[in-house]
T-cell receptor, first 114, second 111 residues
């Protein structure tokens, strides 16, 4: 079956512009995560959605970052007024039921802010 | 919150040698420890995981060991092959929820 997909694969934007990154999780997966990976760094947690519960936004670095998950499926990460330090790879992952630990990652969106 | 330290940051071995990557964690309540492999241009992929009720788990050439008392766990790859070259991440979490990742180890296997 299809894995996690993300679009676009690459995004170049000018400082100050808004960007939207999309994630299509594996069908039926109830949990969805967004991470940020800077060059040579580990995975920085951003936000976590689980079913219909309120999302855990504790990893969002500033109020310029927000995310939505519509209908328990597709998710969009929005970065407003982008800054150069926002340049990174943004990874999305989905996970099955609460008893399942494995996260399935998408290929990521490489964001470059010029 | 949880803090995960991973060493080494880079590991270079000859094909056929063994490779060991070590991680420590700080929160004694963490009970799920996955390892991910990330190839260039791709997202991480789970290769093995272990829960706190066991001390060791093996899957062909890879194994993970867990020492709950010392709060550390390790990934062991035997008979390394060039296709094992990648970045490896360890992680720790309570349940399956929000893992804390290590900073990664770049493994280079020389033919």
């Amino acid at each position: 079956g299809a894995g996690v997909s993300q679009s676009p694969s690459n995004k170049v934007t000018e400082k100050g512009k808004d960007v939207e990154l999309r994630c299509d999780p594996i069908s039926g997966h109830t949990a969805l995560y967004w991470y940020r990976q800077s060059l040579g760094q580990g995975l920085e947690f951003l936000i976590y959605f689980q079913g219909n519960s309120a999302p855990d936004k504790s990893g969002l670095p500033s109020d310029r970052f927000s995310a939505e998950r519509t209908g328990g499926s597709v998710s969009t990460l929005t970065i407003q007024r982008t800054q150069q330090e926002d340049s990174a790879v943004y990874l999305c992952a989905s996970r099955g039921g609460r008893g399942s630990g494995e996260q399935y990652f998408g290929p990521g969106t490489r964001l470059t802010v010029t | 919150g949880e803090n995960v330290e991973q060493h080494p940051s880079t590991l270079s071995v000859q094909e056929g040698d063994s490779a060991v990557i070590k991680c420590t964690y700080s929160d004694s309540a963490s009970n799920y420890f996955p390892w991910y492999k990330q190839e260039l241009g791709k997202g991480p992929q789970l290769i093995i995981d272990i829960r706190s009720n066991v001390g060791e788990k093996k899957d062909q050439r890879i194994a993970v060991t867990l020492n709950k008392t010392a709060k550390h766990f390790s990934l062991h790859i035997t008979e390394t092959q060039p296709e094992d070259s990648a970045v490896y991440f360890c992680a720790a979490s309570k349940g399956s929820y929000i893992p804390t990742f290590g900073r990664g180890t770049s493994l280079i296997v020389h033919p």
